[in-house]
């Protein structure tokens, strides 16, 4: 009688551990409810524009919108250029095949619909200008003209070359390429635009957004700062088309298979 007593109460002990474990482990995966973690994320970095930005933007962007691996958002130029639609769709969507990953809970994101407006009317009220383009003509956001990559070679000799270099390899930067960020007692470098991972991770959406808006803080100007003229939406479409055209199939690798 000892021995089947112990025998049940040792089965009903191992029951509620079984349980147990089994409650611990719903209660970490989210019960398995379609959208539980992706709500909690989303709920998690907070409603305001500062909480949400750490949160899912910072990590490429910058802390504050600059000086991060990813295109620098505290660019009047380039708010003002792209306007906040594209910036919400770009925001929601992500880019294709890129490094840009959809926010929106409706292309597999985390954030809400509002969370993401949150965070473009944050973005363009904390860092944009009205009237950074204000009476210009700038080219189109997304280029619709065929672009040619020999004609792109002539244009960039005319409007990049001087920073970046005949071919584009970069190069040391000497105070005169970069106004205000070289000189004496300072150094810096000019990166290669041609290095076939770099072209590799990025899109030629971001290339012509880069090319148009340029960086703030003058370390790179717009489309309009350097040259005799302005660069037309086919000059800017023509230098994507060359830099595009130095993408590689299997970039860092010297052979396309193991030799």
């Known amino acids: 009688m000892m021995r089947g007593r112990n025998f049940t109460v040792a089965r009903r002990f191992a029951g509620s551990c ?48 600059k000086g991060g691996a990813a295109i620098a958002l505290a660019n009047p130029v380039y708010i003002a250029w792209v306007g906040r639609e594209q910036m919400r769709s770009a925001v929601a969507n992500g880019t294709a095949s890129k490094l840009m990953p959809p926010f929106a809970r409706s292309a597999g994101g985390m954030l809400t619909d509002n969370q993401v407006l949150v965070l473009v009317n944050g973005i363009a009220e904390s860092w944009g200008k009205p009237d950074a383009v204000a009476g210009v003509m700038t080219p189109a956001y997304k280029g619709t003209l065929a672009g040619d990559a020999q004609r792109g070679l002539i244009a960039y000799g005319e409007f990049c070359a001087r920073c970046h270099g005949s071919a584009g390899e970069g190069g040391p930067a000497d105070g005169k390429n970069i106004p205000g960020k070289t000189g004496p007692g300072k150094s810096g470098w000019l990166g290669n635009i041609v290095e076939p991972s770099y072209l590799a991770l990025i899109s030629d959406q971001n290339l012509r957004s880069l090319i148009v808006a340029g960086l703030p803080d003058g370390v790179m100007p717009d489309w309009r700062s350097d040259g005799a003229q302005p660069m037309s939406d086919q000059q800017v479409t023509d230098v994507v088309a060359w830099m595009a055209s130095k993408r590689v199939a299997n970039p860092g690798q010297p052979y396309a298979a193991r030799p």
Do not use: K
């Open 18 to 65: 079984a349980l147990l474990l089994v409650a611990v482990v719903m209660g970490l995966c989210g019960c398995h409810q379609p959208g539980a973690r992706a709500e909690a994320a989303g709920h998690g970095a907070g409603d305001d524009f500062r909480s949400l930005y750490r949160a899912n933007c910072s990590g490429c962007h910058g802390t504050n919108g």
